[in-house]
């Protein structure tokens, strides 16, 4: 890796326009080459559950991790570092230097359409689970990339909202997770499209006071894709790389606001030397790259995914029902059609194709075959567009192969390219020069409805506008629109659905078929039918492709009456019902107390089925505690506001986020933060600390449990604050101030030694513009959730002699 010397002697060889071209991509996700300093391009990809690489395209896979959410709700640093390894892993395989992960936003509200894709609603916990997941990527020469640089905590009109937040709340909660990745080494960060106080990101004052200057970021600030959208004010802020490129808002624009003095050439050399100093680190800048081979093979990057499925899987309730004895089973009805089709991640531009995904009925085949006979029922049809087409459902007109035939036309119907694929859903097809229509076509295997155009006949015909200006939406999830039709037993009728590319609309081009099902009444008698013949049932439900996206927030947690009638049908006939929950973030659940047990899955990555079987049947304890609150109904949520009003969006909570804001409206959710059981049972019995500190001192209290249940156990044991009596500022009722797990047999004694940091007693004091901890008494308490401490130590706080 270069020195600082070095690099000023890489930088004087460069003219003002060769400097300024290399601060903007060279493509959609390369930098700029420079040869006369042996400079190589970077290449980025999206992150966080998989790494894409420069394309989408179904046949070139990814291994797909558990949502973000999911790793949050492992509470393990150490398990998502060894995650974070494989993503470098991955990024290697396909010759990636940087990844766009993780995302550091908050789980502020529950209807947020990323939710999924961020760690926590606790800073504390998304912080560290964040910088774990940096240290893991960037053991092995990849760079991390923290996100969104700040307040990007919803969709609504986020290319433009202005985020309104005191200036105590953003040090204290939206800031601290970025600046622990900062402290992990982070090597660069994402600056979001939103605005923070009237000032939009890319050109905010916090890319330097505090990122660049407190903290000593020396790293790279790059923008979101296409959020760069000036000149003067972005290159004098401490934004350094505009992505992606060719684009016109630096370039030669910037190259004369330096000639003008409107940006001082010495903020342009700045913004190179970091680019230099990340290439060198990445090994693009001096030699020859080497190209460096995934650490990780196959067949291990797949238990270790599978083991994090059942790490992050989360006990919300057990009455006695799990595990499942696979000696006492004779048949077991699986029922729901997510149980078939597994939701495995969150939809918009983190989205990748994994590699083999496993089912929960499958992962349950598997573990139950030649012991139990397994039933699938899918109830009644799910809401929302049907699944794209598949070598399942449709094979190409010309060769016959399972799959679906892509042809490129140009504005007179002649092709310009075509080739056989294995997927409707082509997000970035080829399109060569004169491309005017991308068309997808197959033979239908039949079994039902269909959608589009039938054996030349027109189904489907019209304007179809769009329906955002988001670039990422247009990008990967066009607007949806459906048609029925009939088909005749034994024929195969081909299928033909054309979309002219008009300009501003993306190229992304899905298209799917939904088989006929019954209907809901027919359905859930079959389902309960089921259910009753068979020793135990699992129904499984979530949230659809229309929900949980990038670029667009929820209205409702609800998972439909379809759904919820579904679960209640089950458990009323059999007490052994095991609800499975697969969505990436709250939803409601009003029969939660109806069935025998619930489990979250969150959404879980490609082995899905194979980590959520190890739990159902008892081969692995759920790991799982919640990362975030969830509530009975939205209606209970202490903040649930997405849309800006006049384009403000007032963080009026301040620092009461997550269970901090549920504690002060004395208010109970469905399950607390933190909240997660295992297969055993644990007796806290003594809290142990010290009767004073020295301000600005950590402090380390010890708590002592019992594994009192039938099997070895780990427990997640949570740490929090509170601040008795009367203070000078408002600070929560209590907030997390550390944890850590513990392992122990049957019988067994563990002893978790918590360290609380210095900071977690401090305060963002205004007035002095830095962190103040007040002298006086502390109260600890310590347990299994926000909801559940059964111990408590009080210990002072005194200044310094």
Same mark, same amino acid.
């Given at each position: 890796?270069?020195?600082?010397?070095?690099?000023?002697?890489?930088?004087?060889?460069?003219?003002?326009?060769?400097?300024?071209?290399?601060?903007?991509?060279?493509?959609?996700?390369?930098?700029?080459?420079?040869?006369?300093?042996?400079?190589?391009?970077?290449?980025?990809?999206?992150?966080? *559950?998989?790494?894409?690489?420069?394309?989408?395209?179904?046949?070139?896979?990814?291994?797909?991790?558990?949502?973000?959410?999911?790793?949050?709700?492992?509470?393990?640093?150490?398990?998502?570092?060894?995650?974070?390894?494989?993503?470098?892993?991955?990024?290697?395989?396909?010759?990636?230097?940087?990844?766009?992960?993780?995302?550091?936003?908050?789980?502020?509200?529950?209807?947020?359409?990323?939710?999924?894709?961020?760690?926590?609603?606790?800073?504390?916990?998304?912080?560290?689970?964040?910088?774990?997941?940096?240290?893991?990527?960037?053991?092995? &020469?990849?760079?991390?990339?923290?996100?969104?640089?700040?307040?990007?905590?919803?969709?609504?009109?986020?290319?433009?909202?202005?985020?309104?937040?005191?200036?105590?709340?953003?040090?204290?909660?939206?800031?601290?997770?970025?600046?622990?990745?900062?402290?992990?080494?982070?090597?660069?960060?994402?600056?979001?499209? %939103?605005?923070? %106080?009237?000032?939009?990101?890319?050109? =905010?004052?916090?890319?330097?006071?505090?990122?660049?200057?407190?903290?000593?970021?020396?790293?790279?600030?790059?923008?979101?894709?296409?959020?760069?959208?000036?000149?003067?004010?972005?290159?004098?802020?401490? @934004?350094?790389?505009?992505?992606?490129?060719?684009?016109?808002?630096? &370039?030669?624009?910037?190259?004369?606001?330096?000639?003008?003095?409107?940006?001082?050439?010495?903020?342009?050399?700045?913004?190179?030397?970091?680019?230099?100093?990340?290439?060198?680190?990445?090994?693009?800048?001096?030699?020859?790259?080497?190209?460096?081979?995934?650490?990780?093979?196959?067949?291990?990057?797949?238990?270790?995914?599978?083991?994090?499925?059942?790490?992050?899987?989360?006990?919300?309730?057990?009455?006695?029902?799990?595990?499942?004895?696979?000696?006492?089973?004779?048949?077991?009805?699986?029922?729901?059609?997510?149980?078939?089709?597994?939701?495995?991640?969150?939809?918009?531009?983190?989205?990748?194709?994994?590699?083999?995904?496993?089912?929960?009925?499958?992962?349950?085949?598997?573990? @139950?075959?030649?012991?139990?006979?397994?039933?699938?029922?899918?109830g009644p049809a799910p809401d929302g567009p049907p699944?794209?087409?598949?070598?399942?459902?449709?094979?190409?007109?010309?060769?016959?192969?399972?799959?679906?035939?892509?042809?490129?036309?140009?504005?007179?119907?002649?092709?310009?390219?075509?080739?056989?694929?294995?997927?409707?859903?082509?997000?970035?097809?080829?399109?060569?020069?004169?491309? =005017?229509?991308?068309?997808?076509?197959?033979?239908?295997?039949?079994?039902?409805?269909?959608?589009?155009?039938?054996?030349?006949?027109?189904?489907?015909?019209?304007?179809?506008?769009?329906?955002?200006?988001?670039?990422?939406?247009?990008?990967?999830?066009?607007?949806?629109?459906?048609?029925?039709?009939?088909?005749?037993?034994?024929?195969?009728? @081909?299928?033909?659905?054309?979309?002219?590319? *008009?300009?501003?609309? &993306?190229?992304?081009?899905?298209?799917?078929?939904?088989?006929?099902?019954?209907?809901?009444?027919?359905?859930?008698?079959?389902?309960?039918?089921?259910?009753?013949?068979?020793?135990?049932?699992?129904?499984?439900?979530?949230?659809?492709?229309?929900?949980?996206?990038?670029?667009?927030?929820?209205?409702?947690?609800?998972?439909?009456?379809?759904?919820?009638?579904?679960?209640?049908?089950?458990?009323?006939?059999?007490?052994?019902?095991?609800?499975?929950?697969?969505?990436?973030g709250p939803v409601e659940l009003p029969w939660r107390?109806?069935?025998?047990?619930?489990?979250?899955?969150?959404?879980?990555?490609?082995?899905?089925?194979?980590?959520?079987?190890?739990?159902?049947?008892?081969?692995?304890?759920?790991?799982?505690?919640?990362?975030?609150?969830?509530?009975?109904?939205?209606?209970?949520?202490?903040?649930?506001?997405?849309?800006?009003?006049?384009?403000?969006?007032?963080?009026?909570?301040?620092? =009461?986020?997550?269970?901090?804001?549920?504690?002060?409206?004395?208010?109970?959710?469905?399950?607390?933060?933190?909240?997660?059981?295992?297969?055993?049972?644990?007796?806290?019995?003594?809290?142990?600390?010290?009767?004073?500190?020295?301000?600005?001192?950590?402090?380390?209290?010890?708590?002592?449990?019992? %594994?009192?249940?039938?099997?070895?156990?780990?427990?997640?044991?949570?740490?929090?604050?509170?601040?008795?009596?009367?203070?000078?500022?408002?600070?929560?009722?209590?907030?997390?101030?550390?944890?850590?797990?513990?392992?122990?047999?049957?019988?067994?004694?563990?002893?978790?030694?918590?360290?609380?940091?210095?900071?977690?007693?401090? =305060?963002?004091?205004?007035?002095?513009?830095?962190?103040?901890?007040?002298?006086?008494?502390?109260?600890?308490?310590?347990?299994?959730?926000?909801?559940?401490?059964?111990?408590?130590?009080?210990?002072?706080?005194?200044?310094?002699?």
């Open positions: 890796m270069a020195d600082e010397d070095e690099l000023d002697r890489l930088l004087d060889k460069l003219t003002l326009r060769a400097k300024v071209r290399l601060l903007t991509g060279a493509t959609t996700w390369r930098t700029a080459a420079e040869p006369d300093l042996e400079l190589g391009e970077l290449v980025l990809s999206d992150g966080p *559950a998989g790494v894409r690489g420069e394309s989408w395209d179904e046949r070139r896979t990814s291994v797909l991790l558990p949502s973000a959410s999911a790793l949050a709700a492992t509470w393990d640093e150490q398990l998502v570092g060894e995650l974070g390894g494989l993503l470098a892993s991955e990024a290697r395989r396909k010759g990636v230097d940087v990844v766009l992960a993780p995302n550091l936003n908050l789980h502020r509200t529950p209807l947020a359409g990323r939710h999924f894709e961020c760690f926590s609603e606790d800073p504390l916990l998304a912080g560290r689970i964040g910088a774990a997941l940096i240290r893991g990527i960037q053991a092995h &020469g990849v760079a991390a990339t923290a996100k969104h640089f700040v307040a990007n905590d919803a969709e609504t009109d986020r290319l433009t909202v202005d985020a309104r937040i005191d200036e105590r709340t953003l040090r204290e909660v939206h800031l601290a997770p970025f600046e622990a990745a900062v402290a992990a080494g982070v090597r660069l960060v994402m600056a979001g499209y %939103n605005r923070v %106080n009237n000032t939009t990101m890319t050109a =905010h004052a916090l890319l330097t006071t505090p990122l660049k200057s407190e903290w000593g970021f020396d790293g790279v600030v790059v923008s979101d894709w296409g959020a760069v959208r000036s000149t003067r004010d972005t290159a004098r802020a401490g @934004l350094d790389l505009q992505m992606p490129g060719p684009a016109d808002e630096w &370039g030669e624009r910037l190259v004369r606001a330096v000639a003008s003095g409107e940006v001082e050439e010495a903020a342009v050399d700045d913004k190179v030397r970091r680019l230099l100093r990340l290439a060198a680190w990445a090994g693009a800048l001096g030699r020859p790259r080497r190209r460096v081979r995934p650490h990780l093979p196959p067949r291990q990057a797949r238990a270790l995914a599978r083991r994090a499925v059942a790490a992050g899987a989360v006990l919300l309730a057990n009455r006695g029902v799990l595990p499942l004895d696979r000696t006492r089973l004779n048949t077991v009805a699986v029922i729901g059609a997510a149980a078939a089709r597994t939701r495995t991640q969150g939809g918009g531009s983190a989205g990748v194709f994994p590699q083999d995904e496993v089912s929960l009925l499958d992962g349950i085949r598997a573990g @139950l075959r030649g012991r139990a006979r397994v039933v699938h029922l899918p699944p794209p087409l598949d070598p399942v459902t449709g094979s190409d007109p010309r060769t016959s192969t399972p799959g679906v035939l892509l042809r490129v036309l140009d504005a007179d119907g002649t092709e310009l390219y075509a080739e056989h694929r294995n997927s409707g859903r082509q997000l970035e097809p080829p399109l060569p020069p004169g491309a =005017h229509t991308v068309e997808i076509s197959a033979r239908l295997h039949p079994f039902g409805r269909l959608s589009l155009h039938l054996d030349g006949d027109p189904l489907l015909e019209g304007e179809f506008a769009p329906t955002t200006d988001d670039p990422a939406v247009l990008h990967v999830s066009p607007p949806t629109h459906t048609v029925t039709a009939r088909l005749t037993a034994g024929r195969t009728p @081909l299928l033909v659905a054309r979309r002219e590319l *008009a300009a501003g609309t &993306g190229r992304a081009t899905v298209v799917g078929v939904q088989p006929p099902g019954p209907g809901r009444a027919q359905a859930l008698a079959a389902a309960a039918r089921a259910a009753r013949e068979a020793d135990a049932a699992v129904v499984v439900v979530g949230t659809g492709e229309q929900h949980e996206a990038e670029g667009r927030d929820r209205t409702h947690l609800t998972l439909g009456p379809g759904q919820d009638a579904l679960v209640r049908a089950v458990a009323r006939a059999n007490p052994r019902t095991v609800a499975v929950v697969n969505s990436g107390d109806d069935v025998g047990a619930l489990l979250l899955a969150w959404f879980p990555g490609q082995e899905a089925g194979g980590g959520l079987a190890d739990v159902l049947l008892g081969r692995t304890e759920p790991g799982g505690r919640l990362p975030t609150t969830w509530p009975a109904r939205l209606a209970d949520a202490p903040v649930t506001r997405t849309r800006p009003d006049a384009g403000r969006l007032p963080y009026d909570e301040g620092i =009461h986020v997550g269970h901090r804001g549920w504690l002060r409206a004395r208010r109970t959710p469905a399950y607390w933060f933190g909240h997660g059981l295992g297969y055993t049972t644990w007796a806290y019995d003594a809290l142990s600390g010290p009767a004073h500190t020295t301000v600005g001192e950590d402090v380390t209290v010890r708590v002592r449990l019992r %594994n009192t249940g039938p099997r070895p156990g780990r427990e997640v044991v949570q740490v929090y604050l509170s601040r008795p009596g009367t203070g000078s500022v408002d600070r929560p009722e209590r907030w997390l101030a550390g944890w850590t797990a513990v392992r122990a047999q049957p019988g067994e004694t563990a002893v978790a030694q918590v360290r609380i940091p210095a900071r977690a007693l401090s =305060h963002w004091d205004v007035h002095r513009g830095g962190w103040r901890t007040e002298p006086g008494p502390y109260r600890v308490l310590a347990g299994r959730s926000a909801g559940e401490l059964p111990l408590t130590l009080c210990f002072l706080a005194r200044e310094e002699a």
